[in-house]
């Protein structure tokens, strides 16, 4: 089955910094990305997602790349801000029966003022 | 518009006590129902998932088990809670019609679940 490797678990930047997570996946059949926020002791939130057939997709201080061959795929946040502080994950799924994700470990983003 | 309801928010029981989680969706008609646990600082497991009434797949065994009564509705329960199973608990669903074509998954706000 499919396996996702997130990194690094724990990033602290400076606000107003960029901050980079990357995530690999294992099945090369995979072909939906999405990006989820948690905050403390709360469901994650869909932020943005990718599909196989598109490399790159920005969505205002949000962006994520994919690179199919390498089966790698980041999340790009610019211009950190306090409230992006918060546990992020990765996944990734086939179109299938069940549509199941399977997530990254998770990352927690401390953005310091 | 869409939503998804889980409750209770926070839930302690001691061990070997029965659990029922019950998580219902609005808005929205078969969709694919998913039962997650996230251990502190962890991702996310995927327990069961649905895909329609009375069809359940389990991911992992475990002293857990899941039904879905009707279309919007589906329930974890276990008959004797063990101290492992505290974690917090998260349902999603799959819409299908209208979001096919991105996978999306929404989820709940979560049981956090202290087995003591």
């Known amino acids: 089955g499919e396996n996702v490797e997130q990194h690094p678990s724990t990033l602290s930047v400076q606000e107003g910094d960029s901050a980079v997570i990357k995530c690999t996946y294992s099945?090369?059949?995979?072909?939906?990305f999405p990006w989820y926020k948690q905050e403390l002791g709360k469901g994650p939130q869909l932020i943005i997602d990718i599909r196989s057939n598109v490399g790159e997709k920005k969505d205002q201080r949000i962006a994520v790349t994919l690179n199919k061959t390498a089966k790698h795929f980041s999340l790009h946040i610019t211009e950190t801000q306090p409230e992006d502080s918060a546990v992020y994950f990765c996944a990734a799924s086939v179109k299938a029966a069940g549509n199941k994700l399977t997530f990254g470990g998770g990352t927690r983003v401390l953005v310091k003022p | 518009s869409q939503t998804i309801h889980q409750w209770p928010a926070t839930l302690v029981q001691p061990v070997g006590s029965p659990l029922s989680l019950e998580c219902t969706v609005e808005?929205?008609?078969?969709?694919?129902l998913y039962w997650y646990r996230q251990a502190a600082g962890r991702g996310l497991q995927l327990l069961f998932y649905?895909?329609?009434?009375?069809?359940i797949s389990s991911e992992v065994p475990q002293n857990l088990s899941a039904s879905r009564p009707q279309d919007r509705q589906f329930i974890l329960s276990s008959k004797k809670l063990l101290l492992s199973d505290s974690g917090f608990y998260l349902c999603a669903y799959y819409p299908g019609q209208g979001s096919e074509a991105k996978n999306i998954q929404y989820f709940g706000a979560g049981t956090r679940l202290s087995v003591l």
């Open positions: 099945d090369s059949a995979s072909n939906y």
């Open positions: 649905s895909v329609g009434i009375g069809q």
């Open positions: 808005g929205t008609s078969n969709p694919n």
